[in-house]
């Protein structure tokens, strides 16, 4: 698994002593309870126990959870939700998100709402910050690189469990970490608020599945800085911010330094995070690749191609999909272009980049 690190032909800043290594990780594997053992492996499978939600469960929750809103102090940009958009922000559904994502741990869901209004602000500003729901319509243009490259995939298909998946291809990512964020949030709102079965996704969780990278390109990165910090809020933001719960990670590569790559982000990871890490080194073997997820639950037909599935990525096709049904759902009628300027030079730019795929 630890491949020679004499061969250093660029991006020297993977070599450097990182700040928790594979040793670090198998101790703490080691380390771990009966209890969590037994519970990383039941959301590896897919075979948790749902919790039963009755009326009076729900009901107990929500008064709790705004018992706890309550009692938080700091809280400016949700009070701000609360007051642009009150239905939305008091909305049963939006709030079981959160208590799902937090395993319905009511003070933890409370702080989780609170740090998700803050980071929607920093990231999006306020002018979609406080819109209900994030679309592909109001993204800015220098977010539409990112999402041409197709670094992030919201699988169409769930697996056995009903998890969603997270499709990630890292040489394909953008340089600028802030435009991958955005598009991380745009594609867990879709799964859990926007797709019919987001509630589904919410209780079952997502998966994150990251394809191989090859010697030659293994990183979209200019420096550890960039590369530690896309790591590190991707990695907060999916774990305490947004109502999302990620119950396994799945790793694959052909290459030798993307080890380096992943032991540089074992850090930021966290310990919950790494407890469900799984990293696949030298799958020559495109079955082999299928084996491993097939005992996850993660069939065959809805596997990319590039992993030996039988599913297409296709390329930009989603976005115009995506754009053409938002619009669709924004009531857009004749003239909509100069309403939405940006959507127009996105659509542009993706048939133009779908027609060379052709």
């Known amino acids: 698994m630890f491949p020679d690190t004499a061969n250093k032909k660029s991006a020297s800043w993977l070599y450097d002593n990182p700040l928790f290594s594979w040793d670090n990780f198998r ?21 948790e126990e749902e919790v039963e939600e009755t009326p009076d469960f729900v009901d107990r929750l929500l008064h709790n959870l705004n018992r706890e809103l309550d009692a938080i102090q700091e809280k400016e940009a949700y009070e701000t939700a609360l007051f642009i958009i009150p239905e939305h922000v008091q909305d049963e ?3 079981l998100a959160f208590l799902r994502a937090s395993v319905y741990n009511e003070k933890s869901a409370a702080q989780r709402i609170v740090n998700y209004w803050n980071r929607k602000v920093d990231l999006f500003g306020t002018d979609i910050a406080f819109k209900p729901y994030l679309s592909l319509l109001d993204f800015k243009e220098k977010d539409h690189a990112a999402l041409l490259k197709g670094g992030l995939y919201l ?14 291809i890292l040489r394909n990512y953008d340089n600028d970490d802030e435009t991958m964020l955005r598009y991380l949030w745009y594609i867990v709102h879709i799964a859990i608020f926007q797709d019919s079965d987001g509630i589904m996704v919410q209780k079952k969780g997502f998966l994150y599945v990251g394809e191989g990278t090859t010697d030659h390109k293994i990183h979209a990165f200019d420096s ?3 590369y530690e910090r896309w790591v590190k809020s991707a990695c907060r933001d999916a774990s305490s911010v947004l109502p999302m719960r990620v119950v396994s990670f799945h790793i694959f590569s052909k290459s030798k330094r993307a080890v380096f790559m992943v ?3 074992l850090l930021y990871f966290g310990r919950s995070f790494r407890l469900r890490l799984n990293f696949y080194v030298s799958t020559e073997e495109k079955k082999a690749n299928l084996a491993l997820l097939e005992i996850c639950g993660i069939r065959k037909t ?16 989603w976005i115009l999909e995506r754009v053409a049904n ?3 759902l924004a009531g857009a009628s004749q003239g909509w272009e100069a309403q939405y300027p940006m959507a127009k030079k996105l659509l542009t730019l993706a048939s133009k980049h779908e027609q060379g795929r052709d």
Do not use: H, W
């Open 263 to 265: 032991e540089r982000a």
């Open 155 to 168: 699988l169409p298909n769930r697996d056995e469990s009903g998890r969603a998946i997270i499709y990630s």
């Open 224 to 226: 550890i800085s960039t």
């Open 326 to 328: 938002e619009l669709y």
């Open 93 to 95: 559904n939006f709030l």
């Open 302 to 317: 809805i596997v990319p191609k590039n992993l030996g599935g039988d599913y297409d990525l296709g390329g930009t096709r």
């Open 27 to 47: 101790a703490e594997r080691e380390a771990m309870s009966d209890e969590e053992q037994r519970r990383v492996l039941e959301e590896k499978f897919g075979v």
